[in-house]
């Protein structure tokens, strides 16, 4: 669908008399295009030109779109119960996907707070740290984050993630947090004083294991992160591991936190939980940090909660998405992934456009030379993203950076097919 077509569609003109799109300059974008229908890895436009969804619908869909079998368990879910308050009750649903994430995450996740999205999943484990020395008579005030990080667009997400262009507007709004350097086996010692000199006053270190994904997905060795984290618990510091982006096979493992021998404290879930079709999230933290929030004393409650907190029609996609996750075919499919980014990583290293190529588990990231010039607004963003987009793939690039990331149902074919576009990109552009 070109521009011309888009102008002509009565679905894009009611939108845009209506309808106000995120991360997007309304006076200056191009038409949305409109999607009526998704299937396997394509969705589909009004006039039925197909697109590949390499980049998995921002990061959520793992599965393919409009999955039949979570299809049939949503429908039979809406059937039976839609909604119920979630304090003051429970519902099967909720009890079982608590207890099968347990089962699956790093050992020590003992207890699960929902949410609706990875950036409240942020909130609550933020919320939770500060309470958790609150609770116990010291007041901590600081966080620790990485350079480059983005842990959502709610303020303490924001707070949280590098300040940057997006935050611009809102950084003199934002509690105080120390952005160190990611650890990379050559700065340790500078990262060992930066947190000793905050030790009694940051009440954690939030990061997002391996990949720093907004961030220009900037990738890091899980033994150097280890030091990280483990220097963080000798000076009695709270680690949150934020996997909304990496959890659910993103980079190979089930969780990015398998990499590391050292455990978080608290993590957070969401993007494939429920295999990218209802919005959920998940604060999970171990018993100790449970246990500081038990009190005879009702003002050491945990105070936070949403409307649809434990939505059951998301935790039954979230059950019918971990049934799919761990078939041996996802397991196979995502294996064939990581090994076919793994060759064509290598067919186009040292390409003289690229600045660096990237590949960790499911997600591989290529970095356009640009002379310099590096930022978001680099037009040639736009020329990579239309170039894709008339080729039927959606790979929306972070600056001049492109990667995919696909539903793991994606197949050889498919793949190859991208890998061919790039290649044609990279001699274009
Ligand atoms: C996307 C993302 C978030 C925010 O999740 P939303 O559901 O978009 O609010 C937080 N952390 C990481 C690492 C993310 O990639």
New binding site residues.
Partial sequence: MNEFERSRSSLVSRDQSVIWHPYTQMKTALPPIPIVKGSGVYLEDELGNRYIDAVSS???NIHGHSHPYIAARVAEQLHTLEHVIFAGFTHPGAVALAERLIGILPSGQQKIFYS???????EVALKMCFQFWANQGEQRTRVIALKN??????FG?MAV?ARSAFTGPFDRLLFGVDHIDAPNGENLAAIRKQVTALKGKAAALIF?PLV???GGMLMHDPGHLDELVAICKENDILVIA?????GFGRTGKLFAMEHLVNRADIM?L??GLTGGTM?L?VTSCTDRIYRAFLSDDKLKTLFHGHSFTANPVACASALASLDILQEEETRSNIKLVVEKHGSFKEKINGHPKLKEVRHTGTILALEWETGGDTSYFNSLRDELYNFFLGEGIILRPLGNIIYVMPPYCINEKELDYIYTKIEEALARF
């Avoid at 990080?149 to 709610?154: A, F, V, W």
């Avoid at 934020?242 to 990496?246: G, I, L, Q, W």
């Fill in positions: 921002w990061w959520v609706d999205n990875g950036s409240t999943a942020v990080s983005y842990h959502g667009d709610t997400a993630s997002e720093q994904g907004a934020d996997e909304v982006m990496t957070c969401s993007k919005a999230g």
